[in-house]
């Protein structure tokens, strides 16, 4: 715990003293601290030309801080703060965003390969990490997209809003094509930029009042998307988990599927398959308990199944294929990982119409209603590609690719593997979460990046469930993959 107060010209500012917990520190302890003696001393009036701040840790040094007017405030070891002195509006933080851990995990990551990059500039990294795709998008599909732009330039090609639900030809693509005898209607299918803004939509359509379990470890932003809502409480720091938010064990000693048997009931259940970061895709078995749950507890399941197109083996591709899903279930997807969209942004969202709120009103006129307010409609450039994606012969060209991901993922696999190293995924999804027993994940991360030159991502960033882990992308070029394999292999004997 630390304290904080400020001196200014006048003397002690008595009513500027304040407490934080570690996660506020070290920027917001100083900054909130300064906030309130400039506040309470001047109101509205100049600041003074130069402030002394006093930040004690109980378990550690004092900090001494001199601020002069108008600077900019900088953070120390921890962090980087770019805070102004300046005008203050009376407009309040949302509280909500204050309770978010202090950096979204893949920027953070960004910015530690940054100063990797200043300490070593001539070091050749190869990138593991943020899941991006790598390989060229297939012409089939960039050549209809060239043809719509072209359109754009005459009278008869030329189009402006589409509808906010999505090209109904698209629409009636993506069910005929990924949905086909489920009995999922084009109607019911939202296209979209990406399936990580629809999770923001529907964490809108939910609002703040509904109980949320995750699977742990998971995709961050169904986390960070219920911190800013309203739903998930203090962040509890001694186990890194938020209060109210329920976190579903998924580890390799329950087969990465959580014990329902002793999960408590909540409104919505987030839960990906195949799943980001450890890869695993849930059997039809496991499907069929998880809907069987929902539907005795009156829940929500969210489903992401962002990467249902590297599936290689039985397991279903989507929720729908289970019976009594479509009363039970909300599916999202993305042609991010499916057809190299990371930059092109196009998803959809499938809202079937049984589904109810308990009031018996349907949620796909809630959900449409959201759209219809919050969202133009897809580009209609990207909702070219997206329909050449479906396409018998773009849809092959798609798979050639996503074979050649797979087989990076297969040459990672190896290098762990051959040294007796413990590794998990990498058969249905292009992730390998790989466990280093007793030790942090972080410093995992740090080593390998330090003595490999090498960017993976730490389980931790995923949650707690991820203590323990690297996930590492086998997203890249195959001599990238493989020169990445040589030097993993060198660290890890």
């Not at 008869?156 to 209607?185: P, S, T």
């Not at 995750?214 to 169904?222: H, L, R």
């Not at 092109?344 to 759209?371: A, M, T």
Request: aromatic share 10%; proline share 5%.
């Amino acid at each position: 715990m630390y304290s904080a107060n400020c001196q200014h010209q006048n003397g002690k500012c008595s009513t500027s003293s304040r407490q934080f917990g570690p996660s506020q520190l070290p920027h917001d302890a100083f900054y909130c601290a300064l906030a309130a003696c400039l506040s309470s001393a001047y109101g509205v009036m100049e600041p003074p030309q130069q402030i002394l701040l006093h930040i004690h840790n109980r378990d550690g040094p004092r900090l001494h801080i001199v601020l002069s007017q108008r600077v900019a405030i900088t953070g120390n070891s921890h962090s980087n703060a770019g805070k102004r002195l300046g005008h203050c509006t009376q407009v309040p933080r949302n509280v909500n965003l204050e309770k978010l851990r202090s950096g979204y995990l893949f920027p953070e990551i960004s910015r530690r390969e940054s100063e990797h990059m200043q300490k070593n500039p001539h070091a050749s990294l190869l990138r593991l990490g943020i899941g991006d795709t790598t390989e060229p998008i297939p012409d089939i599909i960039t050549l209809a997209m060239v043809e719509h732009v072209r359109g754009l330039s005459t009278i008869l090609g030329y189009r402006g809003y589409g509808a906010e639900q999505g090209n109904m030809a698209l629409r009636k693509a993506i069910a005929e094509k990924l949905y086909q005898d489920m009995g999922i209607k084009a109607d019911e299918i939202f296209v979209s930029d990406g399936a990580q803004c629809d999770i923001s939509r529907l964490q809108m359509l939910l609002g703040p009042n509904v109980t949320v379990a995750v699977q742990d470890p998971s995709f961050p932003a169904y986390i960070d998307s219920s911190v800013i809502v309203g739903q998930a409480g203090e962040l509890e720091e001694e186990t890194g988990k938020y209060e109210n938010i329920i976190y579903m064990n998924c580890g390799p000693e329950n087969s990465f599927f959580p014990d329902l048997s002793t999960t408590p009931r909540t409104d919505i259940i987030f839960f990906c398959s195949p799943n980001n970061p450890t890869g695993h895709a849930a059997s039809r078995q496991q499907l069929k308990q998880l809907v069987a749950f929902a539907k005795a507890n009156g829940s929500i399941i969210i489903y992401d199944s962002a990467y249902a197109a590297y599936i290689t083996d039985e397991s279903p591709r989507s929720i729908f294929e289970i019976p009594g899903a479509k009363e039970v279930a909300i599916e999202i997807s993305s042609f991010s990982k499916f057809a190299g969209f990371t930059g092109v942004r196009l998803g959809w969202s499938v809202v079937p119409k049984e589904l109810l709120y308990s009031n018996g009103f349907p949620v796909i006129k809630d959900f449409n209603r959201i759209v219809c307010t919050c969202f133009n409609g897809a580009s209609n450039i990207a909702q070219a590609g997206g329909l050449a994606c479906l396409s018998t012969d773009g849809y092959q060209a798609l798979r050639n690719v996503i074979d050649h991901y797979m087989e990076n993922a297969n040459i990672i696999v190896d290098a762990f593997s051959s040294l007796g190293s413990n590794v998990y995924g990498g058969t249905n999804a292009p992730y390998i979460w790989a466990h280093f027993p007793g030790l942090s994940s972080w410093n995992v991360f740090s080593e390998i990046l330090e003595k490999t030159n090498i960017v993976t991502v730490p389980g931790r960033g995923f949650g707690p469930g991820g203590e323990e882990y690297i996930r590492v992308s086998s997203f890249g070029q195959r001599e990238r993959i493989i020169e990445a394999s040589r030097r993993l292999t060198r660290f890890l004997r």
